[in-house]
């Protein structure tokens, strides 16, 4: 269709309007009278495009009338304006179906540019919904994009529109201006989620890396715009560490790798997993390096109990003792050292033990445990002897300490230890 | 084979063989020789309409699942599709379908029963595909409410709540209403209908609405039902949350009970032979149905778990008792008499055997640490303490990485006992939550704010204490072994939901209108006009019948409360339930969480 038609057929319907003038009474009567001619015309005629086009009928013309030759964009915007055109209101939309013109997308989206009312109605498919979009962004129009897009928002099933924005980034950030001006928010939240969600169906790390980086820019709140940026700087990291733990535990020179190779890769773990990885294979890294404990501690804010928590634990599991050790001593300014477990000590066992550490080193750190209580069950339970008679030693408690040398072996050194306290108690 | 169905008050075989009937002469319409392509989904709730000896009767030869490729070869003149309308498995019926012409196989005919209904979406993918038309028969078989026990129906709709409470998708609730339609076809109009819930009004709305366009005009059979309660599972998100500590609730918790069935370890069933041939142990789950035909079950389903033991001594005394008369038995009559009770008792002994078998599997986890300290502080949360804190046992849980929906639960369960969590508090634990198990979880959080289940105290003021004790929620002596109020399904948390039912009946809801505005959703009551001669006139101390209907699923501990009432000798009302879906708030967690791919470790 060219411009000329266009003009044309506007010509003919508004000419044939004001040479016509409907008794109001009367008025859906003859119009359904003039439809039943229409078609019958139709009928004989066949279906000629040209025909319909310039079909004479009430209807379209009316509904021109009511509307005005031009709809602003706030109408547009509007979500029920174009609910309420009057004709629809009256009957089914069936019955003027035949009458309106049949613009392609293109020619809506040229229609729309020119600032001429298009009814985007008639577009029912989802393929000709996707065709008006993809048109309105070809010639760059904002105004014309976000018509449509509020007119796809209000016909489509929200999942399905923001699948296809996925790969319409244009329309996808004309849309998150639009409900961010608008305030949509909760709409807004599932707009940015789904987004990010895709992240999941990429699997090469680069790609990924990249689409995380474009979620960044995303319109996120404070606080998930800190944790998605976090999972950007994360991956970002886990690149950068795979990359050189790939090459030395290849090259076969690195100990630690030779004596533990790694069990997977560490791509896509989540952040305490990463952490416990570079505890284990990093420990002792300056902090300047992507893969130190202390680089991780420090850019992902990683609290003091969760670090602790995690270093005993990859340290434990490497049986590496001295850095335990180090982990709980803090010395003051005076130069005295103590010991300090942000977890408890009690905690600090639990974790010694289920890496099965000695006895030597378990009750070095029962003995650190505050409550007395706890102090003997676990003492007890993890057969610290030394631990229990020196609790019973302080506590003076000489009928316990008897009945707990029943449960020393015979000639032990423990049992000689009892004794010598029972001898002085 | 059916025979707990008819135990109730309600005699459910009705419903079972109005489906039973309905899959008959949808089978006798294929006429010949049959095999069956199931959607695997299907198979557990349609095992409990109709046995395979019932298919067999009617020329069902072959049973294959569905699957990509080719079909089985299968000297049979009709195939048959069950399936749920849905999209991908359309493309693997096109693909059977194709791959079948070519083979060029002697004819054969091709049908398709949808359920729970027929989709137009799905016929047109079978019309893309090109293979609509090969199909002879393309009907629904509409398997609305399936009926799992004496006084239980289901719909097992997996996905309802998730659909209407984040996907705002009510299709469940149209299917909800259809069978409730169904029922009232059967067992008369239900004159009451009280409700509460957003989803609820919509559920009574369609039914009235239906009623109104139903063509057949006036139902004259004598009702049974003389009330239906609907109940939104958002009105209360509580329950579902803490851990059942009803037998059959916890064997829900632990091993996951799916359309009655069971399977559990089996090592504690190993057959105990003289000998002591340890070598071998059986590796395949022992797989047990579970519902109220079993005598012993029914006895000790409902009870709280620290009742169950004692139960189960008891019995085994009074079977090995039985097993001595044998010595006594001196005349000819006697051992007659003796061995004519054997079957029976051999039943009940393998009966004894299997339960308390998994009475001790269970008891191995309720008696270990870490339940124990899980329990103390649900309890603590239901009951109100340090709700508005950062729990110490969650963060430890989360530092030792337990398995995420544990601890969401708690985090949800906290949120919900506490009107929502304040700004700091719910900060912090989805800050370590995504820390700990990836930032990716943040859809799944996100979800959870959705549903309602967690979230931020907007206003000052925290409503869960004034609920709690207006509604009577916490109650500090409970009587786990013979108890005397509901809440010791929970051993001390009476159910919401179930509390609601029970003062429906008593006093009647007047008595808690404040309390019934703080919780979501409109109350509303109903009622259905009934031609004179079909009104009810109660005998003296007669029962009423309510039907509760909990739109977006229930659990067992409900179940055990909602019967405890109906047993109770001057309760007045006996209870029949219905649901979407036999929940619990594992399975409940999950089918919210965001489907991630699984990790490689």
């Known amino acids: 269709m060219n411009r000329m038609k266009v003009d044309e057929e506007e010509y003919w319907h508004s000419s044939k309007c004001k040479a016509f003038t409907f008794d109001d009474d009367d008025e859906l009567s003859q119009l359904k009278e003039s439809k039943r001619a229409v078609n019958s015309l139709r009928d004989i005629v066949d279906d000629d495009d040209d025909l319909e086009k310039f079909s004479w009928s009430g209807e379209p013309v009316g509904r021109r009338n009511k509307l005005g030759s031009f709809q602003s964009l706030s109408d547009a915007l509007s979500d029920t304006g174009v609910k309420s055109y009057a004709p629809e209101l009256r009957r089914p939309k069936a019955e003027y179906k035949d009458y309106t013109s049949d613009w392609s997308p293109k020619d809506t989206v040229r229609r729309m540019q020119r600032g001429k009312i298009c009814s985007l109605e008639r577009f029912r498919s989802l393929r000709e919904k996707l065709m008006l979009l993809d048109e309105a962004v070809a010639v760059h129009d904002g105004n014309v994009i976000t018509a449509i897009l509020i007119f796809l928002k209000r016909t489509l099933k929200r999942e399905i529109l923001f699948q296809e924005l996925e790969v319409r980034q244009v329309a996808l950030r004309h849309l998150i201006h639009f409900l961010k001006e608008t305030g949509e928010q909760k709409l807004l939240l599932d707009l940015l989620l789904s987004q990010y969600r895709e992240h999941l169906s990429i699997q090469d790390a680069e790609k990924r890396r990249e689409f995380l980086k474009g979620c960044i820019r995303l319109p996120f709140s404070s606080e998930d715009a800190v944790h998605v940026q976090d999972h950007y700087t994360l991956l970002e990291r886990q690149i950068i560490i795979e990359a050189n733990d790939r090459h030395l535990e290849a090259a076969g020179q690195s100990e630690i790798f030779r004596k533990y190779p790694r069990k997977a890769s560490i791509l896509n773990m989540p952040l305490v997993t990463t952490l416990f990885y570079s505890c284990f294979y990093h420990y002792t890294e300056a902090e300047g390096t992507f893969s130190s404990p202390i680089n991780l501690k420090k850019t992902f804010k990683i609290p003091d109990k969760q670090y602790v928590l995690t270093a005993l634990a990859a340290r434990a599991k490497l049986r590496a003792w001295h850095d335990v050790d180090a982990l709980f001593t803090t010395k003051n300014w005076l130069g005295y050292t103590k010991k300090r477990a942000p977890i408890g000590f009690h905690r600090v066992v639990e974790i010694l033990q289920r890496n099965s550490a000695p006895v030597q080193v378990l009750q070095e750190y029962v003995r650190l445990v505050e409550d007395v209580e706890t102090r003997l069950n676990l003492a007890m339970k993890y057969k610290c002897h030394d631990v229990v008679i020196d609790t019973y030693r302080d506590l003076k408690d000489r009928h316990q300490l008897m009945a707990y040398r029943c449960k020393v072996e015979r000639g032990s050194a423990e049992e000689d230890k009892i004794d010598s306290i029972l001898s002085n108690l | 084979m059916a025979a707990h169905l008819s135990s109730g008050r309600v005699n459910l075989t009705a419903l079972r063989e109005a489906g039973r009937r309905e899959l008959r002469e949808f089978l006798d319409k294929c006429a010949g020789s049959k095999a069956i392509v199931w959607d695997e989904y299907l198979t557990g709730p349609f095992g409990l309409i109709a046995q395979y000896s019932l298919l067999k009767e009617h020329e069902v030869e072959k049973m294959f699942t569905l699957k990509a490729g080719r079909l089985p070869p299968a000297d049979v003149k009709n195939i048959i599709f069950f399936v749920r309308p849905r999209l991908e498995l359309m493309d693997i019926i096109a693909e059977n379908v194709l791959s079948e012409d070519r083979v060029r196989s002697p004819l054969r005919d091709f049908h398709i029963l949808f359920v729970p209904r027929r989709s137009l979406l799905c016929e047109q993918r079978l019309k893309d595909q090109g293979v609509l038309g090969s199909f002879i028969h393309r009907e629904q078989y509409s398997m609305d409410l399936i009926p799992f026990d004496g006084d239980l129906l289901s719909m097992e709709s ?362 979501p959703g409109p109350h509303f009551e109903e009622r259905q006009q009934l031609p004179t001669g079909l009104q009810k006139k109660r005998q003296q101390g007669e029962n009423r019948v309510t039907l509760v209907f909990f739109l977006g699923g229930v659990t067992y501990a409900e179940i055990a409360a909602l019967r405890f009432l109906s047993q109770m000798e001057d309760g007045g009302t006996e209870y029949v339930i219905a649901t979407t879906k036999l929940i619990n708030g594992t399975n409940w967690i999950k089918s919210l969480m965001e489907k991630l791919e699984p990790p490689p470790f």
Not at chain 2, 226 to 240: A, F
Request: hydrophobic residues 35%; aromatic residues 8%; contains cysteine.
């Open chain 2, 158 to 519: 997996e996905s309802a709540f998730k659909e209407c409470y984040l996907e705002n998708d009510q299709t469940s609730l149209y299917h909800a209403a259809k069978g409730l339609m169904t029922l009232q076809a059967l067992y008369g109009t239900i004159p009451q209908i009280f409700g509460k819930g957003d989803c609820a009004r919509h559920v009574a709305n369609m039914m009235i609405r239906m009623k109104r366009e139903f063509p057949g005009g006036q139902n004259s059979i004598f009702p049974v039902f003389d009330t239906l309660l609907l109940l939104d599972r958002n009105v209360d998100l509580l329950s579902p949350l803490a851990t059942q500590l009803t037998y059959e609730g916890l064997i829900d918790e632990i091993y996951g009970i799916q359309n009655t069935y069971v399977k559990l370890p089996p090592e504690k069933f190993a057959p105990k032979k003289q000998g002591e041939g340890g070598k071998d142990l059986p590796t395949e789950p022992k797989k047990l149905q579970l519902n109220s035909a079993e005598e012993l079950y029914a006895e000790i389903r409902d009870k709280n778990f620290n009742a169950v033991g004692s139960v189960l001594s008891k019995k085994a005394k009074i079977i090995s008792a039985a097993f001595e008369e044998r010595h006594h038995a001196k005349t000819v009559g006697e051992i007659k008499q003796f061995v004519s009770q054997l079957p029976h008792m051999q039943a009940a002994r393998s009966s004894l055997a299997n339960h308390t078998s998994i009475a001790e599997l269970i008891k191995d986890i309720t008696t270990s640490e870490d339940f124990f300290d899980n329990l103390t502080v649900e309890q603590e949360f239901m009951s109100g303490i340090d709700t508005d804190k950062v729990n110490n046992y969650t963060e430890d849980c989360i530092a030792q990485k337990h398995p995420l929906i544990k601890i969401l639960r708690l985090v949800c369960l906290q949120s919900v006992c506490n009107s929502g969590l304040k700004q700091k508090v719910l900060d912090h634990y989805k800050r370590e939550i995504l820390q700990t198990y990836g930032y990716e979880h943040i859809l799944t959080l996100n979800n959870l704010e959705k549903a309602g289940l967690l979230k931020l105290q907007t206003s000052s003021r925290n409503n869960y204490p004034t609920i709690r004790k207006t509604m009577r929620l916490w109650m500090d002596d409970v009587n786990e072994q013979n108890p005397n109020d509901i809440s010791y399904v929970y051993s001390g948390y009476a159910p919401l939901s179930v509390r609601l039912a029970q003062l429906l009946a008593r006093p009647g809801w007047r008595s808690i209108e404040e309390v019934l505005k703080m919780l």
